[in-house]
Each structure stands twice: as C-alpha cells, then as structure tokens.
C-alpha cells in the first residue's frame, strides 16, 4: 500500500513540475507606464544650536528630517554634541539635569525659558548657549530678549552677545 501512495505523490509531483516548467514568462519590451515620481521631497529642517568650542560660543546648524520644537531644540544643547561635533572640538556646558525645558513668548519680543534645575547654578557659557540658542529658534522682530527661569532664581533678561 506504501509504494502505491508513494508512486501517486511522485507523479502527483512530476506533473506539477511539468506544468509549472511550461508556464515561462516571455520576454517583452519596455512597457511605458508614465513620467517617474515627481514633486517635491520632504523637506529637511535646519536647527542652529549654540556650543562651547575652545571656551567660546559656536553656532552649529544641524539637520532634522522633522520640525523641532523650542523645547526639544534646547533639550539638544543638554545632551550635548553629537560624535562628529565632539571630534571637531565642541563642547556643551548645559547640565543634563537642566531638561525638560519650556519655552514660553512674553510680550514685546521677549522669551522666558523654563528648566528643571536652579538658573543661576548655570555657567556664564551655559546661560550664552541657552539665550543663543533659544533667540535663534524665536521668529521674531529684532533680537529676542531670553529670561532663564529654574527653581525660583532667574537669569535676565539678556540678547545673544553674538
């Protein structure tokens, strides 16, 4: 019984092998089916963040394939440069501990931003990156006047020095 059930797979299979092998795709020409995609690519956001290099303040441009909020563009000077900042010599005095960051508008062109750490522990650098960096992202009318604001202290108001 064992060899009938196995000679009728075999030639079960033999004739599914036969017809597959008789299906072949023909060659054809070039079929044209329309003008390729077109139109206009995602655009990439630039981000001007302001780093310590050689005791200085530096302006560094960054791309995101997304927008960034004033918030979370602050939040990238606390997580410092990237690796191939750091290999060009940029550094960052913003504590870690300094986020999560608010960014809130005041009125007459003014900005108040809001850290989870005491404002005047920062350093003269890192109240420079963080008023740089926070004038750079604000679209408004003129130099924007930043107030540091952390833990009941504050810092400011104060333009970008550069």
Known sequence: M????ARRVLAAGLVSLVAAAG??????DV???????SGRVAPTTKITLFLV???RLSAVTRSSDRPM?????????????????????FTTEVPLEAGPFSVTDAPAGHVEVTLSTPAGELSTL????????????????GPAKVTIVGAGQSVGPRNCPG
């Open 2 to 5: 064992r060899t009938g059930l």
């Open 126 to 141: 890192a109240v420079g990156q963080i008023v740089c960096t926070a004038a750079a992202v604000t679209a408004l009318e």
């Open 53 to 55: 290099k050689n005791g």
């Open 31 to 37: 079929i044209r089916v329309g003008n390729p995609p």
């Open 23 to 28: 299906c072949g795709v023909r060659p054809t």
């Open 69 to 89: 909020f004033r918030a979370a563009t602050l939040a990238l000077l606390a997580d410092g440069p990237t690796a191939s900042e750091q290999e060009r010599g």
